[in-house]
């Protein structure tokens, strides 16, 4: 896949993403707005019937306001029982708002012959009657609202419109939002005396709360849904650079592989060609020349073979230490021993401090000592200058650190990350001088992993770089 198709896919992804996140959105916000008018439609319905049962408590609470005016007021007794007597089969048979209403039209026909007669009969100031019954109409409203499953807090008032003021509040914590954000119900006037109706305001300080814990299980749902698209759509871009990734490095693996056993291939097959002179068969200082320089470049070969092999035993998990004591100084030792010629041949040398008392390890020799040979390797292929390396051990706590510093080329804070990934290599600029696999510094941490250690580098571009493994003691 070419630069151009990453971005593309990149760039589909992030729409499709982010127009599913959209659509999520707005089914949310539409829930939302279905259960507030479920809310709006369920507290109509349940203040309705606050309302009706408020009218019939405030007209039973005339009639006996009545009954007591005319018993007071004997002359026009007679009176009043004939009125009564309409008034009080018509409250009985009171079943709906509607019923309220036709008694009324039968009350205020009362009051007009009360008015006519000249009866000096007063109804009772209804704020008194709305605040012995404050209570009472807590009690109705919560009971009402919980038939229709709305268990949250409210606030009530009786607001007078004639006046301009609050009759009665419940708790007297939310004046202005009663006035101006409440759902407003009116109270039918008991008579002609007060031409302006009161109104029972509702007000929940918790409603958008209420109402979003309905859509709890479909919010949860939502979130969840968003982290797992978010967290796929981040997946599968790191997927897809990762691979691109890996791909590049494949391909820089195979063009290493080639050319260095291209060099000792090459190298044989000419020694070969010239062994068949029969002039050099003859001379056997250069016959046994061209010999060694077969055998060395074929265990040269077979080195680099046994390499990518225990790459591959390795990432299969199928390795298999051979785990006994192990002197790490022997160890250090003779890794220093196979590599100083090396050293010495760019112009360098290798410093010694093992300053360990305990240095005595659980593991398994060979690989152990591939470890320290890898890291000095290293040391002195990625070093310009004349190598000077310093390979240091001290005890800490039940541990010994193995410490491998050199001049070299040093590593840059973004490359050190990942020197220690299967096939990378660090990038060197117009430099080609170094070669490898990719897979000396992997098989160290997986070597160093096995044996229940740590392995970190501390490295400044130009300043060379300081390796440290951590194993702990026998």
């Known amino acids: 896949m070419n630069k151009w198709a990453y971005y593309v896919f990149i760039i589909l992804v992030t729409i499709s993403t982010i127009g599913l996140m959209m659509i999520q959105v707005y089914w949310i916000r539409d829930a939302v707005k279905l259960k507030h008018a479920i809310f709006v439609k369920d507290v109509d319905e349940a203040i309705t019937q606050v309302v009706y049962n408020l ?10 306001q009545q009954k007591k005016f005319y018993e007071e007021n004997q002359t026009s007794f ?17 079943n709906s708002q509607t019923d309220i209403d036709r008694f009324l039209q039968i009350s205020n026909k009362a009051s007009k012959i009360h008015r006519d007669l000249n009866l000096n009969y007063n109804q009772r100031d209804p704020g008194n009657f709305y605040y012995s019954k404050k209570e009472l109409i807590n009690s109705m409203i919560k009971y009402s609202l919980k038939k229709k499953n709305i268990n949250t807090t409210f606030e009530y008032g ?16 939310y004046p202005e939002e009663l006035l101006s954000e409440s759902f407003i119900f009116e109270l039918p ?34 979130v969840v849904l968003f982290l797992v698209i978010i967290i796929s759509f981040s997946f599968s871009i790191y997927t897809i650079f990762r691979q691109k990734r890996l791909s590049i490095m494949k391909n820089d693996f195979i063009n290493n592989m080639t050319h260095e056993f291209k060099t000792p291939i090459s190298t044989i097959a000419l020694a070969c060609e010239a062994l068949k002179d029969s002039d050099i068969q003859k001379t056997e200082s250069l016959y046994d020349n061209y010999l060694g320089v077969i055998s060395e470049e074929n265990g040269r070969l077979g080195l680099m073979s046994e390499q990518i092999l225990q790459t591959a035993i390795i990432d299969k998990g199928q390795l298999k230490l051979r785990t006994s004591v192990n002197n790490m100084h022997d160890i250090i030792n003779i890794a220093i021993g196979s590599k100083r010629m090396a050293a010495e041949n760019k112009g360098g040398n290798i410093e010694v401090q093992l300053l360990a008392t305990n240095y005595e390890v659980m593991g398994d020799n060979i690989h152990l000592t591939n470890v320290i040979i890898n890291l000095l390797d290293n040391a002195i292929k990625y070093c310009i200058e004349a190598p000077v390396i310093v390979i240091n051990t001290i005890n800490s706590g039940n541990s010994i650190l193995i410490r491998v510093k050199d001049n070299g080329i040093g590593i840059s804070k973004s490359n050190r990350k990942k020197i220690f990934e299967k096939l990378y290599r660090v990038p060197t600029g117009n430099i080609h001088n170094f070669k490898g696999f990719g897979l000396g510094l992997s098989y160290v941490k997986a070597i160093v992993d096995q044996h229940n250690g740590e392995v970190s580098v501390d490295s400044e571009l130009g300043s060379g770089s300081t390796f440290t493994i951590q194993l702990p003691i026998k």
């Open 55 to 64: 009218d019939k408590l405030r007209l039973e609470e005339r009639i006996k």
């Open 189 to 222: 006037t008991l008579g002609s005396l007060y031409s302006y109706p009161n109104n029972l305001l509702i007000f929940f300080p918790n409603e958008r709360k209420f109402i979003i814990s309905q859509l709890w299980i479909l919010l949860l749902v939502s």
């Open 78 to 94: 007679h009176i009043y029982d004939s009125l009564n007597q309409v008034m009080l089969e018509n409250f009985e048979n009171i």
């Open 158 to 173: 009786i607001y007078s419109p004639a006046t301009n003021s609050m009759i009665l509040q419940k708790t007297g914590k």
